[in-house]
Each structure stands twice: as C-alpha cells, then as structure tokens.
C-alpha cells in the first residue's frame, strides 16, 4: 500500500491489482466505479503527496483530489459522459476499509465519506475551471475544442506543430493563469514524496508537560504575559519597551542582560528576543502604543506542554531577531536568505536518529544546502571559507536558541562509527550510484569517487571526525513531539510506538510491515497485545486478520511480521500450529520454507502442492492485475501450463484464487476449463460504462 517514488513498475503492478479486485468487488455490492478515475486517485496518493499511503485518505486529501488533482490531470473530450468522480472515491474508500487495507491511522470510513460530500458538488465547478488544468491538458482540451482527435497521435503532434508556429487560436489569458499557478508552485505535481522516518517512542503528554514546566524559556515567556496584562504597557513608537519598563522586565525574567550604562532596549538582546518570541508566539501584541497579553492566549500559558509547543513553532519566525542585521555595517549570512527551510532540514534530520548527530556532519549537509541555494563561482577560496564560517556561527546562534528552549541537547564525545566507517578507496560510480542521495549527502559522500575536490572534502570529514570528541546532537523528546508534529502537519508519515494500540488486528499487522523496524515492530506489538489483556486471544485475533486477508502476498507480509515480532522462539511454535491449519497452511508452509525451517523433502506431497499453489498465486499478484498477470503466465509457456495443472487440483483454500488463476491460464495459456473473460478495459466500470476516451 506504499511504493517508493522511482518503483514505477512496482507501483503499477499495485495499482493494476487493486483497481482490477475493486471494480469486482463494486460490481457484487452495486456501487458506482470508474477505473480510469480509481487509477488516478491512486496514482495522486503515490506522485503528489508527501507520504504515499494508499490506504489513507484524510479531508485534505480528498479535496485535493477532486479539486486539484483531477481538473489538473484529467483530460475530458467535448460532449463525452462526465465520469462520476465523488462517487468512484466513495466506492474506493468502501473498498479499502472493507478488504482491511485502510491505514488505521487515518479518519473513520464515515468521517472520509463526509469529506467528500462536503467536496462535492465543488468538483464540477473545478473541473471546468481552465485556471485549473495543467498545461498539458490545456493543449489538449484546446486541441479537441478544435476538432482534432486527441486519440490520433498523428492529428495532434500534426496540431502541436501548428501551435508552435502560431497558427492556433488559444486563450492566452488561461494560459497565462496557468503558468502563473505552475510557476507559484499552487499545481500538484510529480516529485512531492517525503523520506520515510522511522517511528519514535515518547513519554505520555503528562510527562512531556512536567519537562515543558521545567523549561526557563516557557517560564520567561509566560512572565512576560502576564507581565503585560490585559491593561498592557507603554512602547516607544517604533514598538519596543520603554527604558524604565526594560530594567524592570529584565530583573523580572531573569534575561542576565547587561544594563548598565545601556540607553535602549534595543541593546538588550536576551530581552529583546524575548519580546519578539512572545510576539510570533501570538502571547502578546502591540495595539496603540502599548504591549498587551493575547486575551486568547490564556489557555495556551495555562498549559506548559501547549505552551513550549507554541514557542517552537515560533522559532521558524524569528529569523531576523536571532541572526538579522543589527547594523549598517552587518551583514546577513547565507543562512538568513533560507532560514526556514534550513531549520526544518535540520530537525527533520536528528528526527528518529538512532545516534546523536555529531557536529561536522550536520554542519557539512547544511553547506551542501547553500550550494545548491547559491551562486558561489566568484570570489576566492578565502572569501569562500569566510562565508562558510559566518553561516556556521549564524547556525549555531540557531541551535543555542533550540537548546535553550530544551528542543535539542549537546554533547561532547566521539561520533558514532556510522559517521565515519565509510571507505571509498576502492568505491567506482556503482557504489554511490545504488547509495540513496541522502545518505550520500549526509556521510559527506556524494561525488567523492569521482570529484577529487569532493573526495578530499570526504577525507577530511572523516579524519575530524576521528580525531577526537566533536559536540554531539540530538533531539530532545519535547523536542521529538514537537517535529513529529510538524512532519504530520505537512502531511508526512511519521510513526509513534503505542499510537496502533487500539488498531483491528489487520490494520496492525499491515502498518507494522510497511513502516516498522524489527525492534520498534517488537515493542509496538507486545503494547497491542497488552491493551488487550488476554494475550492467547490477542494471538488469535491476529492470526484470524491473516486468514480473512485477500491478497495472499499483503497476507504472507502480515503473517512475516507477526512471526519476526513475537518473542524469541514463539514465533517458530506458531508457525508449527499454523501448518496443520487447512486455511493459513500455504502462508505457514512459505514462511517455515524461507526461513530454511523446512526442506522440500520434509513436506508431504499434499503440502509441496499448497506451496506451489501459494507461490503462483502470489505471482499472479505480484504481476499486477488481469493484464500483467496474463503477460507472466504467458512468458512461463508450458512450465506454467504444468503447475498450474497440478495446483488446480489442491487442497489450497483460496478457491476463488485459484478459479481466478484457471481463468487466467485459458486466456494466456490455452488451457480448457474457463470461459474467455472480458478485456480489462471493457470491465473498468461496473455502471455499464467503457472505453472512456480521458487522458492523463
């Protein structure tokens, strides 16, 4: 239910198989589905969000679907039938709740269901909108409007070249709208997908409350409200605190300003960033000439833990109070031009980091971000050192401010060998070729094999690195939970241990295999099985979301899952149980096979055919619907033709399975025993409508 952004084929085998089993399953409950519109839900969930879950579909979503993505993607020709949208995504969001491949972690199918009914009679409107569409089927909807048939390829290329001559009339005003849209970034396109994080474990809010209370920052900037009050207090006309009120404020909080011989709270910096916190932490504000506490503000301060939350969010606005121009002589460093994507980088990298972070890596990313942000060809190597430096102590300004805040904690020590066990000496352009970009970046790596100026810059990260402590970094965990936050504010997958303990048992089971490390999988498990007290009927709830799930490889994915997360040597005990069950013996069978627990010649030969039967059913999966699973029997010839043979005649208990397959074999193969099923276009749609002439 979640493809990597470059497993194109990978993604379009899910997505063959899904549609082709939801169009079925539409058919027998007598519900409205369009195939060609079920694809490009999907293919919006995989290309255009940051997360890639198929199975989760919250109100966001789902109005970006039918209010962006489709008007922007989905080419309609003149007077052709108007597919019906809303109610294809209603069927896929029945579908996906009912064959248990809904992420737990998103809304009630009747809380998605309202969304698109408050959406809904909006998508026409959109889909008309030429403001909306992309440029490509801006082309082609001019194209058609013209009487051309966008299905000829002849035609159009024949009517693009007349467009580049300027021999077709167009609207040059919703052109131009939609460049501006595309160019503003308000056009959903390819490449939006977010690097998985690995899922965190943190104390219960109580806890992480008691720590927010601890911290000197929430108690200042509480200070200050309340400092202020309702009545308020005077400020000079460009908005800061009057000298008297500043002496006063700074005794107050505690800020360790100096004041004496000081003539304005400009000059007092602790004070002064203070102010400005407080102010983008919306605590307080300037009305007429005087500070006020925010009236509305009063449930945040009441709470530490909504309070800390609210200054963290903050520290993305204080840009200019932390590393601004104080002066006509200073000068900004390169990290104020990106400030906000800087810091946001930064934290989402210590974000779930097994190891603390030592400084030079961290440091070393960071100027990769300038370079690509940067035109740096002019000027000397000293000049670009100096630049370098002065965005570092800039950085670190940032970091003091986190650190203060309790978002991060700093250490000395050695880095962890991760950082630095990492010889190229040998490495060719294979090794960094098949090294995600990331990763790369992040060891100081990318290039290095093949730019010596690179590779010397490698070297030397590796040799500080070794030479002796360096500060070390990490988040905090006020600091975890405030950027698990944020990353699921943006929309980004960003796993919690204890957040599935209330999941069904397939919802589990599958989360735990797509995003869940062994160790946190274990724990996430033995928590889920606690919650709900008995554990053998806690067990039994699992192995029965295995056996009711239909798709034999999600199912054998389930089961894997279960087997690596139990305890040592109970997950070997079940598996034998399981091999005298008549429905889950085939995945038991697999299972007990892989992990070489099982030879072929310990199998009986009723047991050697279940696993034969179990593997081809998992192919015909894995080939990704109708179509690509005729194409895989049909690439097998006669060695398919035999398995498939001896395997029809099992005691295999997915018997619509293998009805499927047998079906499959007469269509690819030749075999007897089927009727000839229909083209897969002439079944995309179970409301008697085919051959949808909509492109994308």
Known sequence: MRCEPEAEEEFEAA???????????????????????????????????????LGLWESRHVEELLLS????????????????????????????????????????????LAAVDRVAERHLAAMTDRTRWGLAKFWAMTAAEQGVDIQDGAAFQRFADRAQRGEVAYDRQDLAAIMERRLSGRLLSDGARAEPQLPVMLPSDDELRRRAEASATVAQLRGLAEWAGQGGRPVTA????????????????????????????????????????????????????????????????????????????????????????????????????????????VLNTLYSLPYPMPWPRLRDTVHLAYRSSFQLDAGSVLQHRMWFEHADRALHTVLDLLDDLG??????????PVFLDIDLSDAGPELLADMPPELAELLGVAGAATDPVARERADAGREELAAGPVELIRL????????????????????????LAQAPAAGLLGVLAEDYDPDTARTELADWITARGEREGALQQLTDAVRTMTFRTRAQAMLDVLLAALPDGEGERLLRTLRRD????????????????????????????????ESLLQLVELAGGTDGAEETLRAQGSQARDAIAAVLDSAHPDRAGLDELRQLAARALGTHGARVGRARKARRSSSGRSGHKRHR
């Open 582 to 613: 008549t429905q889950l013996a085939p995945l038991a069978l697999n299972a007990l096979a892989h992990r070489e627990s099982l030879s072929p010649a310990d199998m009986t030969d009723a047991e050697s055919l279940l696993v034969l039967a």
């Open 15 to 53: 997505r063959g198989l899904l549609v082709d089993r939801l169009v079925r399953w539409a058919g027998e409950q007598g519900l409205p589905v369009d195939g060609f519109l079920a694809e490009a839900a999907l293919d919006y969930r995989h290309l255009a969000t940051a997360d890639g879950r």
């Open 69 to 112: 993505w489709l008007p922007q993607q989905v080419t309609e020709a003149p007077g052709e039938e108007r597919a019906d949208a809303p109610g294809t995504l209603r069927t896929l969001l029945r579908y996906l709740h009912a064959a248990q491949l809904a992420d737990p972690r998103g809304p009630s199918l009747q809380d998605s």
């Open 238 to 345: 460009t908005g800061r605190l009057r000298m008297a009120e500043a002496r006063e404020l700074v005794d107050v909080l505690a800020t360790g300003d100096r004041i004496e011989g000081v003539r304005s709270s400009a000059d007092l910096p602790r004070l002064g960033l203070l102010v400005e916190w407080a102010k983008k932490a919306r605590l307080v504000r300037v009305v007429k000439g005087r500070l006020y506490a925010v009236a509305k503000a009063r449930p945040v301060l009441a709470d530490p833990l909504q309070l800390w939350l609210r200054a963290f969010d903050a520290c993305f606005e204080l840009r200019q109070a932390l590393i601004g121009a104080r002066g006509g002589w200073h000068i900004e460093s390169m990290l104020f031009d990106v400030y906000e994507d800087v810091l946001d980088d």
């Open 476 to 499: 905090t965990e006020l600091g975890t939970r405030a950027v698990r936050q944020r990353l699921l504010a943006a929309g980004r997958d960003a796993p919690l241990v204890g957040e």
């Open 407 to 416: 978002a991060i904690e700093r250490d000395r020590g050695m880095a962890d």
